[in-house]
């Protein structure tokens, strides 16, 4: 007697425990709306993030990719409820202006410039690349779209008081981080890109990119990404709920030793590496 009650107590309880999960697992709470850079999705970083955020927080993440600069603007009309971007100092005026409610640090890598190995040898000077490509009249492709990629490339030059237009071989494509590499590619030209973008398209044998990188490693080539929740008090009807539970999400533990080890098996090397909480 005493056998067939523990058999059919537990019996009960598993019944009991697979009612709760098919209705965590069916239990979806509606869209989370993010507006983002073209390195997150080009990676495949928010492709493999995405199932994962909707399983366990039941918000389905969609999103726009595009240049920093008209995600921002996407969030200071309201049009999306998250920012995930890399331009800090955009970032920061972005909630200073009372379009966003805090900025968080995710995660980085860094810049690189690629293009064909000569007549450009491999090196962290990035002034002397730069240099190199204005004095020697070199073929770059610059995004000129106002993303994060581009705002750091027009910093570069600024800072280094050079002027690429000088260069007639110096073209914009206004367009994504993949499409400039792939337009890079077919000139032989240089570009800034960012490594994780690279990687993917080196790797990937239908694009079969062949440009090498020639300058890396330099400090100020690094490459934050943060995430901001878009005003509530501004936009009442942006869900920042699932904005707020993103947030906390993506910067948890578990999430972020995901994003460490993204890449990791297929490139060799993380395409991103996680830093909630603090910053380079």
């Known amino acids: 007697m005493k056998k067939r009650a523990a058999l059919l107590l537990s019996i009960l309880m598993g019944l009991s425990a697979a009612g709760v999960c ?3 697992a069916a239990e979806e709470k509606g869209e989370l709306m993010m507006a983002t850079t073209t390195s997150t999705a080009d ?3 928010l492709d493999y993030l995405a199932p994962l955020f909707l399983e366990d927080t039941g918000w389905e993440l969609k999103w726009d990719a595009v240049g920093t600069g008209e995600a921002l603007k996407m969030g200071e009309n309201g049009d999306v409820d998250i920012v995930l971007v890399h331009a800090k100092a ?3 005026e972005f909630v200073a202006n009372g379009y966003g409610v805090e900025r968080f640090p995710v995660m980085y890598n ?3 410039i690629v293009g064909p190995e000569e007549p450009i040898a491999h090196t962290d000077d990035v002034e002397a690349a730069f240099k190199q490509i204005t004095d020697d009249k070199l073929p770059f492709v610059s995004r000129g779209d106002d993303s994060g990629t581009d705002k750091k490339e027009k910093k ?3 800072t280094l008081e050079l002027d690429p237009t000088v260069n007639e071989n110096y073209v914009e494509s206004g367009q994504g981080m993949g499409a400039t590499l792939t337009m ?3 000139k032989q030209a240089y570009c ?6 690279y990687l993917k398209m080196k790797k990937d044998a239908d694009i ?3 440009l090498e990188i020639v300058c890396e490693g330099a400090k100020d080539l690094l490459n934050q990404y943060g995430v901001i929740a878009v005003n509530p008090e501004k936009y009442p009807e942006v869900n920042n709920e699932a904005a707020n539970e993103f947030i906390e999400w993506i910067c948890s533990e578990d999430v972020q030793k995901l994003i460490g080890e993204y890449g990791v098996e297929e490139y060799g090397q993380a395409l991103f590496t996680p830093n909630a909480g603090t910053e380079n």
């Open 110 to 112: 860094d810049f690189i």
């Open 208 to 210: 079969a990119l062949e």
């Open 22 to 24: 098919s209705v965590q």
């Open 192 to 197: 800034l890109t960012d490594r994780g973008t």
């Open 90 to 92: 955009s970032e920061e």
């Open 184 to 186: 890079a590619d077919e």
């Open 43 to 45: 990676t495949g970083l």
């Open 156 to 158: 570069i030059w600024s």
